[in-house]
């Protein structure tokens, strides 16, 4: 055997090798026991797995990350060697006559048309929904998603997303079918008060005690208590024992490492807050900003964006408009006294 037949066949070795590197597929990443989650404001629902991390809104959305670190792929879905998938749950409330189609078009993400599937009708829930596909072909491999939308009635638009990076999202197709058979579709049933019975309001303690967790410690009402809602690095909910489900705080941690800008993470939220400005604001001594919107009518929304060490810190103030002078000093204060860790 020659040495330049040596040589050329270890030239083949190393490009079989590299080659073989390069085409290997991702694993599709696990999905263990599944929870439910309950959205008390627009009244939708829907199983998501216990070991991926969360993003919930209440009266607005809920998303579900394979990974921390696949978040910021998922907002931008740019080219990476990061590999993982998504499952979210959207309500939009309705003020008039539904246009499905602006609907559909304004939460598509390629602008090539040929990406998408020509919509189909499915069952969900219930009532007829249509279903999106679509494909995009990146060096890491194929991603994939479905949207479904959908209306159980004439108050809300409800879409469901599925999407997964590096080829695997037909491996997880199975239990995505099975995470859509579990939604319930939103619907917007006004907050009523009875006012023939003249019953006591619901009024935050005046006296507070204190939650000191790993990101942060805040005070808060002593007739309020704080659940873990399982999302980012810490996500905390504080809500009045007995009160009413629509008057909250709540403070979710994440990890900022990829996007760390403040600015321009506040832009990217006024656009899904469909806010038009913005507010500069301090939380815990650093700087923040603040937007302000109504989810739904009579419900007001205050929410705080502030970074940290790498670490983005959201704020949020929920109360009944007609109610805010006994909600808002109080929340103000537990807002002032939060520390960041």
Same mark, same amino acid.
């Given at each position: 055997?020659?040495?330049?037949?040596?040589?050329?066949? $270890?030239?083949?070795?190393?490009?079989?090798?590299?080659?073989?590197?390069?085409?290997?597929?991702?694993?599709?990443?696990?999905?263990? @026991?599944l929870?439910t989650?309950? #959205?008390?404001?627009?009244?939708?629902?829907i199983?998501?797995?216990?070991?991926?991390?969360?993003?919930?809104?209440?009266?607005?959305?809920?998303?579900?990350?394979?990974?921390?670190?696949?978040?910021?792929? *998922?907002r931008?879905?740019?080219?990476? #060697? &990061?590999?993982?998938a998504?499952?979210?749950i959207?309500a939009?409330?309705l003020?008039?006559?539904?246009?499905?189609?602006? &609907?559909?078009d304004?939460?598509?993400?390629?602008?090539?048309?040929?990406?998408?599937?020509?919509?189909?009708?499915v069952?969900?829930?219930?009532? @007829?929904?249509t279903?999106?596909?679509?494909?995009?072909?990146? !060096?890491?491999?194929?991603?994939?998603?479905e949207?479904?939308f959908?209306?159980?009635?004439?108050?809300?638009?409800?879409?469901?997303?599925?999407e997964?990076?590096g %080829?695997?999202?037909?491996?997880?197709?199975?239990?995505?079918?099975? &995470?859509?058979?579990?939604?319930?579709?939103?619907?917007?049933? !006004?907050?009523?008060?009875?006012t023939?019975?003249?019953?006591e309001?619901?009024?935050?303690?005046?006296?507070?005690?204190?939650?000191?967790g790993k990101?942060?410690?805040?005070?808060?009402?002593?007739? *309020?208590s =704080?659940?873990?809602? %399982? =999302? $980012?690095?810490?996500?905390?909910?504080?809500?009045?024992i =007995?009160? !009413?489900?629509?008057?909250?705080?709540?403070?979710?941690?994440?990890?900022?490492?990829?996007?760390n800008?403040?600015?321009?993470?506040?832009?990217?939220?006024?656009?899904?807050?469909?806010?038009?400005?913005?507010? !500069?604001?301090?939380?815990g =001594?650093?700087?923040?900003a603040?937007?302000e #919107?109504?989810p739904?009518?009579?419900?007001?929304?205050?929410?705080?964006?502030?970074?940290k060490?790498n670490?983005?810190?959201?704020?949020?103030?929920?109360?009944?408009?007609?109610?805010?002078?006994?909600?808002?000093?109080?929340?103000?204060?537990?807002?002032?006294s &939060?520390?960041?860790?």
């Amino acid at each position: 055997m020659n040495r330049r037949y040596l040589f050329c066949l $270890g030239i083949a070795s190393v490009v079989a090798i590299v080659v073989g590197a390069c085409s290997k597929k991702a694993e599709a990443p696990p999905i263990t @026991e599944l929870d439910t989650y309950e #959205d008390k404001i627009m009244n939708f629902s829907i199983k998501f797995p216990k070991n991926w991390k969360g993003a919930v809104e209440a009266g607005k959305r809920a998303e579900y990350y394979s990974s921390e670190n696949i978040m910021q792929r *998922f907002r931008e879905y740019n080219e990476s #060697d &990061i590999t993982g998938a998504k499952i979210a749950i959207m309500a939009y409330k309705l003020d008039g006559q539904p246009n499905l189609d602006s &609907i559909i078009d304004a939460t598509k993400i390629f602008q090539d048309a040929s990406v998408y599937s020509t919509p189909e009708k499915v069952q969900l829930d219930g009532v @007829e929904a249509t279903r999106i596909r679509y494909a995009y072909t990146y !060096p890491d491999g194929e991603f994939k998603g479905e949207r479904y939308f959908a209306m159980k009635d004439s108050t809300a638009v409800t879409v469901i997303e599925f999407e997964s990076f590096g %080829g695997t999202f037909d491996a997880l197709h199975p239990k995505f079918e099975e &995470i859509l058979q579990s939604v319930k579709l939103a619907y917007y049933k !006004p907050v009523v008060r009875d006012t023939t019975a003249a019953p006591e309001v619901f009024k935050p303690s005046e006296s507070l005690t204190t939650y000191d967790g790993k990101y942060f410690s805040m005070q808060y009402p002593t007739n *309020f208590s =704080g659940k873990s809602m %399982g =999302g $980012g690095l810490e996500t905390i909910q504080f809500q009045g024992i =007995g009160g !009413p489900v629509d008057c909250i705080m709540n403070v979710t941690v994440t990890d900022a490492s990829k996007q760390n800008n403040l600015d321009r993470i506040v832009e990217q939220n006024k656009k899904l807050y469909k806010a038009t400005s913005s507010s !500069p604001a301090k939380l815990g =001594g650093e700087t923040a900003a603040f937007i302000e #919107d109504s989810p739904v009518k009579d419900i007001r929304r205050r929410t705080y964006f502030a970074v940290k060490d790498n670490k983005l810190y959201r704020v949020t103030l929920q109360w009944y408009k007609p109610e805010q002078e006994f909600f808002l000093p109080t929340f103000e204060k537990c807002l002032a006294s &939060i520390s960041l860790k």
